[in-house]
């Protein structure tokens, strides 16, 4: 596996320089900077390229050129979105990136309840409880129809942990879904989010779908023209939230995405801790059979627990058996003849990292951790079973 780290850009407080010392090779990053639905312009992809070079590093994986939400409706000025993400896909050929992830979800991208769960050694780590998004979806923000997607038994423990939570902690749950996370979506209101929301009334998983395929039946062609290969990450977490479909989180997803159009420029990011959370998918058994279009590995790993919630765990244990995962991967990559960029995901905020205004997820010392870790399975693998 190609190591890489994701890197949030000059603002990150992990820099070029950590990325390098931690040993790996590639870098993963994107035009922050930008607009959803623009042009990504040569002159700042190469800006942004030429920083990574000079560090020493590749810029091996471009996460993420977003899609507008006009795009992921087809109304509106979805036409000339396209056109966009065309060119951009272009451009970024032209300056020698191949590789590029993106997402379909709609509205929210990975979404959590917690950013800074504490867990017991001290370390903190991301979280979503089933229990505080319905009290987001049904006392937060009040969405209409919201606890029809919920058990009595949730919605009691949800209205009873409401009733004692302190205006703090209410901002802290709120502020958790609409403005903690990177590489989303801009902090929005609640007014601003339910319009949002608003939009996808009446959009079922299957016009979702049929306007997924629609795009990447319009993108896919000029991408395998220019070399690219685009790779679309699996929803976070693996079913619908506040009422909004979610359409890539299982095996049957993903044969209806490579169906859409056959290419091999119609690609997954295969996330470990985005399909590990839906406890119906066999994740080495997905690698094997999904193995061709797989471009590139997010490893990471997440403890489900019984009603849905789940929390990232160190990446060696959870409830995912990373072995089995690695192993898969690492004879995949020898029958392919070759080496897929990889990621540790998600990493716990530890050590000196706690005192430090840090991305959530994305600290420096618990994703190195990670990746002594991944990197240690994957060298015993290889030498046991000579890979």
């Known amino acids: 596996m190609k190591e890489t780290f994701r890197w949030y850009g000059v603002k990150d407080t992990v820099s070029l320089s950590d990325i390098k010392q931690a040993g790996t090779t590639g870098v993963v990053t994107a035009l922050h900077h930008i607009q959803n639905g623009e042009i990504w312009e040569i002159d700042e992809i190469l800006k942004v390229k030429r920083a990574v070079e000079d560090a020493g590093l590749e810029w091996s994986f471009i996460e993420s050129i977003p899609i ?93 942990r409401f009733s004692k939570m302190t205006p703090e902690e209410k901002q802290r749950l709120e502020d958790g879904v609409l403005k903690g996370l990177p590489g989303t979506v801009d902090d929005l209101t609640i007014p601003e989010f339910k319009e949002m929301i608003a939009q996808y009334d009446g959009v079922t998983h299957q016009d979702l779908k049929a306007n997924l395929s629609y795009f990447l039946n319009q993108v896919i062609p000029v991408a395998e023209a220019h070399g690219v290969k685009m790779a679309i990450h699996p929803d976070d977490p693996p079913f619908d939230i506040m009422g909004l479909p ?38 080495p058994a997905m690698i094997e059979k999904f193995g061709d279009r797989i471009h590139f590995l997010h490893l990471r790993n997440v403890k489900r627990e019984s009603d849905g919630s789940f929390y990232e765990d ?60 991944i990197r240690g399975l994957a060298l015993g693998i290889k030498r046991s079973l000579d890979l």
């Not at 995405?257 to 066999?282: H, K, Q, R, Y």
């Open 246 to 283: 979610r359409i890539i989180k299982s095996e049957k997803d993903l044969e209806d995405l490579v169906n859409f159009i056959d290419s091999p420029s119609n690609g997954i990011t295969f996330c470990t801790g985005s399909l590990g959370a839906n406890p119906e998918n066999d994740l």
């Open 68 to 160: 507008h939400e006009s795009i992921k409706l087809r109304k509106g000025d979805y036409l000339q979105r396209i056109e966009n993400y065309k060119q951009s896909i272009i451009n970024v050929a032209q300056c020698g990136i191949k590789h590029v992830c993106y997402n379909f979800m709609p509205v929210l991208d990975w979404t959590r309840t917690h950013l800074f769960w504490e867990l017991e050694d001290g370390s903190t780590a991301l979280r979503f409880d089933k229990v505080d998004m319905a009290v987001f979806e049904c006392h937060i923000i009040a969405l209409n129809g919201s606890e029809e997607a919920y058990s009595e038994e949730v919605l009691k423990k949800a209205e009873e």
């Open 314 to 373: 160190n990446h060696l244990e959870g409830s995912s058996d990373m072995y089995d995962i690695v192993k898969a991967v690492l004879k995949l990559e020898k029958r392919r003849g070759v080496s897929l960029p990889m990621r540790p995901d998600h990493g716990h905020q530890m050590l000196d990292d706690l005192k430090k205004d840090t991305i959530p997820g994305y600290s420096a010392i618990g994703r190195l951790r990670g990746l002594a870790e």
